[in-house]
């Protein structure tokens, strides 16, 4: 009678739901946004719940519903050992790999499932009590990193406003034809100079290309800052960071970078003056605009990245990888499509109506290394990664032919591209094409190492003035001060320019600054240099 009475409270499989969407949400918090992460939430609580009332109503016992309701959601959310087992053998992408994984899977779950099993274990409280503790351990981290991380970002957030809104830029009377503005960054573009020296790539014809379309290209220009997360902001709000992010030293998380990249100084200055801004999307989650005037992406679909990245770590994700479906899941194909469509999509965007501040964001030549020169599509076999420098998982040599492939490929792409938008456009527009940091071959992206600092602060950096004067322009021009000579020369600002410094920030650490400006000039060492 006493065991009838004290019922036991079921609450594992509703927990492991959670845990199923919040765990992979808490790695990415700080850039996916939040209301991203309710819909796959409901979703799966109403999966669990009719799963759980189903099997209650049939089998009229509800710790065995709930024991059978968790061993589903562990199969359902197999992607994760999957995931594994690609790291290990390029078999497990077959459909006969694929076959062996969910089976490797499904049986051993099917069997603990089975009533025949459940029947006899002689203490179900005790294993009901055991998942109940363990789905509240498990849930513990990620829902603690997960509100850590909507706090601290929050606040941060808050002060990067606050400072924002203390720079106040003056602009003269409306031109009469305001510019278009395209602002196209090609991730990981190094200089000229550089290539050929190092890399043994002579980039002159597409230098030359440039400077007969009338751009300026500054031979000497350097980064202000190794990682996109840096560079962008910093270029987009005309000012070095520890203005902004001094007090975040202790922290990586990106939501200072985030803001200050999707709501800008000169996003906020052009749109006061009356321009339509207009943005590409990318690969990279933290240069995706989607509150932009006009924001062009691939083809509509009713999956986010996020809930395409839930589904990828589901049984739909290892159907997808072995046989071969199109999820909508970061990828090397999605990747792939992802950089044509903005590539060609600059080509259209002219015949939108001005004025407008246009912002592209291209991960090319940038990893991972999937174009050939000719633009043929060979993705590596490793599993999809965009680990760039010292975490590149490949070769120093593996790194350098990839990467010449695809700035070559990157040329002829953005040749027609340039050419277009100079055809197209109903008044001369101001471009600036920009490497938001050069290539990592020799380069550690976890610890400052001074042995070939050259190759990451080196950067492409071009412009093109609709009345051809650069006398503002210099050669060792650095990204800090690009918007800074455009308000200048086309809206009667006046903003001094900013001494050109490079600083080192390592992935862990990125809100911590070593100036580097001395040491990016010396000769590189690069014997004896391997990526991991």
């Not at 808490?26 to 799966?44: C, E, T």
């Not at 062996?100 to 099993?117: Q, R, T």
């Not at 953005?414 to 990592?440: C, E, F, K, W």
Request: aromatic content about 16%; some cysteine; charged content about 15%.
């Amino acid at each position: 009678m006493t065991n009838k009475t004290r019922r036991i409270l079921v609450i594992h499989p509703f927990l492991f739901a959670l845990y199923s969407v919040l765990g992979i949400y808490s790695q990415n918090a700080s850039q996916v946004p939040r209301g991203w992460i309710f819909r796959p939430l409901i979703f799966l609580f109403l999966i669990t719940t009719l799963l759980y009332i189903f099997l209650q109503k049939t089998f009229k016992n509800h710790e065995y519903s709930g024991f059978v309701t968790t061993l589903f959601l562990n199969w359902m959310f197999m992607g994760h050992l999957y995931r594994f087992l690609l790291e290990q053998s390029s078999f497990w992408r077959t459909p006969l790999g694929g076959f062996c994984a969910f089976m490797l899977v499904s049986l051993p779950l099917g069997f603990l499932a089975s009533k025949w099993v459940w029947n006899r274990i002689s203490n179900t409280r005790l294993i009901t009590t055991f998942l109940n503790i363990a789905s509240l351990v498990l849930i513990a981290y990620p829902l603690w990193i997960t509100i850590s991380t909507f706090y601290t970002g929050h606040s941060q957030t808050q002060l990067i406003r606050e400072r924002q809104a203390q720079f106040e830029i003056s602009l003269a009377g409306p031109s009469q034809v305001p510019p278009d503005i395209y602002l196209i960054i090609v991730d990981g573009y190094g200089r000229a100079d550089f290539l050929k020296d190092i890399y043994g790539y002579d980039n002159a014809q597409f230098i030359e290309f440039l400077e007969e379309k009338g751009f300026y290209v500054a031979d000497q220009a350097r980064s202000n800052y190794p990682l996109t997360q840096l560079s962008l902001p910093s270029l987009m709000n005309l000012q070095y960071l520890d203005e902004y992010t001094r007090e975040f030293g202790g922290t990586d998380n990106l939501a200072p970078a985030y803001e200050l990249i999707q709501h800008s100084t000169i996003r906020r200055v052009l749109e006061d003056r009356g321009y339509q801004f207009v943005a590409l999307t990318s690969a990279t989650l933290l240069t995706q605009i989607r509150d932009a005037d006009v924001y062009l992406s691939l083809e509509n679909n009713d999956l986010n990245e996020f809930e395409a990245l839930l589904l990828s770590t589901s049984v739909m994700g290892v159907a997808a990888e072995s046989w071969g479906f199109d999820l909508p899941v970061m990828s090397y194909e999605l990747h792939r499509k992802y950089v044509v469509f903005s590539l060609d999509k600059l080509s259209e965007v002219p015949e939108l109506p001005g004025p407008k501040f246009v912002f592209a964001h291209i991960m090319l030549p940038h990893p991972p290394f999937m174009f050939d020169r000719a633009g043929n599509f060979i993705p590596p076999e490793r599993p999809y990664v965009t680990w760039d420098g010292s975490l590149f998982p490949g070769t120093t040599e593996e790194y350098q032919n990839g990467y010449l492939e695809q700035v070559i490929f990157l040329n002829q792409k953005l040749t027609g591209m340039i050419s277009d938008i100079l055809a197209r456009s109903a008044n001369p527009p101001i471009i600036i094409l920009q490497g938001d940091h050069g290539p990592g071959a020799f380069y550690n992206v976890l610890e400052l190492d001074t042995a070939c600092l050259a190759e990451r602060y080196s950067i492409l950096n071009a412009y093109y003035f609709p009345d051809g004067d650069y006398q503002q322009l210099y050669p060792s021009i650095t990204p800090v001060n690009s918007f800074r000579v455009v308000l200048n020369q086309y809206f009667g600002a006046e903003l001094d320019l900013l001494e050109d410094r490079s600083y080192f920030a390592g992935w862990l650490s990125p809100y911590v600054y070593t100036d580097v400006t001395d040491q990016i000039h010396l000769p590189c060492n690069t014997s004896g240099r391997q990526a991991p």
